[in-house]
């Protein structure tokens, strides 16, 4: 998904090229001669990377409005929660497509740690507490309370460890012949024994981790109980509710209270706010940890997210040794279908509950098969029956993955536009088309804000990255 230098690419789309061609790699350069750069990409895959960034655009402008978009308050999975994945499952994806035609290991291992270096450096400055748009026009940040996790930053952790995995472990004279049934599993067997260890080690944190009483100062300058401390009583292990969970206390240990997300979902849980799932006051009598700090990209959470990038490694693989559309489909979809058959069998058997938060494993299986047959359904429509033009708008923000998320995403553009206003901070260009062109108009704020995020940010973005795709223009890694 993400890159960072903007650069011009002759030739981003090359007339006559068929469906094979545009399933060998995500991109691909002629080294014989660097003048007759060629791109052949996966259009499905590209389209369902759009589709996931105009996911994380509609969520965050909207789920305020429409809680059933927004993230879970806890246990559960709402639209929301299922783009961390998504992103995840695409970065996996596209590994093996990257790193095919990279047969030297130490190039190839240069170019993933030199990406990861990037991907932090974005993922800090975007949600470390640096930038403040759309809505604050100040800047800057207090290092004693920066953040370090974010979305970014837990790609960038989950594509370091799979992408050094599949360096490692990838035969380099494993031919990419037709290969059938489950043989692929047994050719990248060592990823699998990898995956098994760290489904193990996340599984023995989580419930074997003893959590004990802690204390946290209120950090809400509006709260009246701000620069108070408070204690949770916990003294637990193997509980997965909001205070006492190891997920968070690992966290609080190695992060620390302060560098940790100071407005998590659970804000929203009927425990902590009347009006839940809409974030409302808390109630006077709501439990101290409501007004704690929680990290939902943090470590150990990050580490069974790894599991979510090694499963869409899996797809990328029979993206490149099965040849056929039918074997592939057949592939993607029976395992897609066994993930989501498992992870609703864990939830429903209250054995392990869905949650985004924890990233717990029945939420990895659900997400993941999800991601699988959302895939197969474009691929479908896309490679096989020939759509591809129906989903241009998405496939221009998947090529330009990385533009779209900080301008729309992370209101960069809003906020660079906010900093133009007439007397008030209010009166602005954005303030002023979101209420007049769209909620006056239909009088209603739910369907206005609902709307404006439709048109004016993932229609306006995708045409935007349309020309620059036109213009050969790629915010790259």
Not at 162 to 168: K, P, T
Request: net charge positive; with cysteine.
């Amino acid at each position: 998904m993400a890159s960072q230098d903007l650069v011009r690419r002759p030739g981003a789309d090359v007339e006559g090229q068929t469906n094979h061609d545009r399933l060998i790699a995500v991109t691909e350069v002629d080294e014989k001669d660097p003048k007759l750069r060629r791109s052949k990409r996966v259009a499905s895959l590209d389209i369902f990377r759009g589709l996931t960034v105009a996911l994380m655009i509609l969520v965050d402008g909207a789920g305020g409005e429409w809680p059933v978009i927004g993230h879970a308050p806890w246990n559960g999975c709402n639209l929301a929660d299922f783009v961390m994945p998504f992103f995840l499952f695409i970065v996996g994806m596209a590994i093996p497509l990257s790193l095919k035609r990279m047969p030297d290991r130490g190039k190839a291992v240069k170019r993933v740690v030199v990406r990861t270096i990037k991907l932090l450096f974005w993922g800090i400055l975007l949600q470390g507490g640096y930038s403040h748009a759309p809505d604050d026009l100040s800047y800057g940040v207090d290092m004693k309370h920066i953040r370090w996790c974010g979305i970014l930053q837990r790609i960038a952790f989950a594509y370091l460890v799979v992408a050094i995995l599949e360096i490692v472990t990838k035969d380099a004279n494993l031919e990419d012949n037709s290969t059938a049934g489950f043989s692929i599993f047994r050719q990248y067997y060592r990823q699998w024994i990898v995956a098994a260890c760290i489904f193990i080690i996340y599984m023995s944190l989580l419930y074997g981790t003893y959590v004990p009483d802690w204390e946290f100062r209120v950090q809400y300058d509006d709260s009246p109980d701000y620069g108070k401390v408070f204690k949770v009583i916990c003294g637990t292990r193997g509980k997965l509710d909001q205070p006492c969970n190891a997920v968070g206390y690992i966290d609080r240990k190695i992060l620390g209270i302060n560098h940790m997300y100071k407005h998590p979902a659970w804000h929203r849980s009927k425990p902590c706010t009347e009006v839940s799932p809409y974030e409302g006051p808390f109630k006077a009598n709501a439990p101290a940890w409501c007004l704690a700090p929680f990290e939902p990209e943090g470590i150990l959470s990050s580490v069974s997210a790894i599991l979510s990038t090694i499963i869409g490694v899996h797809y990328g693989h029979v993206l490149v040794h099965i040849k056929t559309h039918t074997d592939r489909l057949r592939h993607w979809s029976s395992m897609g279908v066994a993930l989501l058959v498992l992870g609703f069998i864990l939830h429903f058997s209250h054995a392990i509950p869905l949650n985004k938060q924890l990233y717990s494993f029945s939420y990895v299986c659900v997400t993941a098969g999800a991601a699988a047959l959302a895939f197969c359904l474009f691929y479908f429509l896309v490679d096989i029956v020939g759509m591809r033009n129906f989903f241009l708008p998405l496939e221009w923000i998947g090529m330009n993955a990385m533009l779209v998320y900080v301008m729309a995403a992370e209101g960069i553009f809003e906020g660079f536009l906010n900093g133009w206003y007439y007397k008030s901070t209010n009166n602005t260009l954005v303030y002023w088309v979101r209420k007049h062109v769209f909620v006056k108009v239909w009088h209603s704020k739910k369907v206005g804000i609902l709307l404006y995020v439709l048109f004016a940010q993932i229609l306006l973005w995708g045409l935007v990255a349309g020309i620059f795709h036109r213009l050969g223009i790629y915010w790259k890694l």
